[in-house]
């Protein structure tokens, strides 16, 4: 008996397309989503209006987030007078190195809690589990104690160590999940050919996890860019070693503040960051889509 070809565009029955929700409702869903989306949006969107605005407008422009006319030097003030010039810098330097460390602590750890089997693994995964749920409040005196005993107090070493370990369990546990979705004959294939457990690492896996690199590398990123509490408590008697979001409170006076300036450091700020994610937007979906992936 001759077999029958499908063509592939009419494979869908009735029961198909009535599965599919009626236009008016999609139409609702992404008029609501829009609406949300800009109501998230627009703290953004007022921020980097009012950045333009002097302010007499700043105050009586309201909610309003379109200035009248628009005054760049907001930018060149706020750089200069904050000093962002050397806290870009000290930004720049833990925020590399946060991530670097980051990614080869949580890579390596996830390769190991992913693909072997040890003795106490789960126990291990329950301990780990458990440090999600400590408060940092309740930690930040023992680490500072710690931090302090060796030596690395007011530091940018101190604000990077502290940082990258604030990060490892989160970042460990999407690295996990993604090598467990990786095909073991790969790691066969690389055994008969010779090469050692961290031969297979290095030159195998961890080339294959570029996603999640992009992944933990950017949520580990942007969490230590915007950072105010760590920088604040590691560096507070060296003000040099600030970062720019401690470096905001300069337009922050005992009687007043400068809000257009504020605005204007704000988006000085984010904007590094911003264009980050838009960069890695595309590897950021892959890899939590390959973290997910069982």
């Not at 309201?62 to 030097?73: A, D, H, K, Q």
């Amino acid at each position: 008996m001759a077999s029958i070809t499908v063509p592939a565009g009419r494979t869908r029955g009735p029961a198909a397309r009535r599965s599919r929700p009626p236009r008016g409702v999609r139409a609702l869903t992404h008029a609501a989503l829009l609406i949300g989306g800009l109501a998230w949006m627009y703290p953004f969107i007022w921020t980097l209006g009012s950045s333009f605005k002097d302010t007499d407008e700043f105050f009586n422009r309201g909610l309003n987030p379109m200035p009248e006319r628009f005054l760049w030097s907001n930018y060149l003030e706020a750089w200069q007078q904050a000093s962002f010039g050397r806290y870009f810098v000290n930004t720049l330097l833990i925020t590399v190195g946060t991530t670097v460390g980051t990614l080869l602590i949580t890579s390596m750890a996830g390769y190991v809690l992913g693909r072997t089997r040890f003795p106490g693994k789960k126990l291990c995964l329950v301990l780990i589990s458990a440090t999600l749920f400590l408060p940092h409040g309740y930690t930040i005196i023992p680490i500072f104690d710690l931090v302090d005993r060796i030596g690395l107090l007011n530091s940018l070493w101190s604000v990077i160590l502290v940082q990258a370990a604030g990060g490892v369990v989160f970042g460990t546990f999407l690295f996990m999940g993604y090598f467990m979705s990786i095909d073991r004959e790969l790691e066969d294939a690389a055994r008969m050919d010779g090469a050692s457990f961290h031969q297979t690492f290095w030159q195998i896996m961890l080339p294959l996890s570029g996603p999640m690199i992009a992944t933990v590398g950017l949520f580990t990123a942007i969490s230590a860019w915007n950072s105010f509490f760590i920088p604040l408590v590691f560096t507070l008697a060296r003000p040099e070693l600030r970062t720019l979001a401690v470096g905001m409170y300069s337009f922050i006076g005992e009687n007043s503040t400068q809000w257009t300036l504020l605005c204007a450091g704000s988006v000085i700020t984010l904007a590094p960051i911003i264009a980050l994610f838009l960069l890695l937007q595309r590897f950021f979906v892959n890899g939590l889509a390959g973290a997910v992936k069982q």
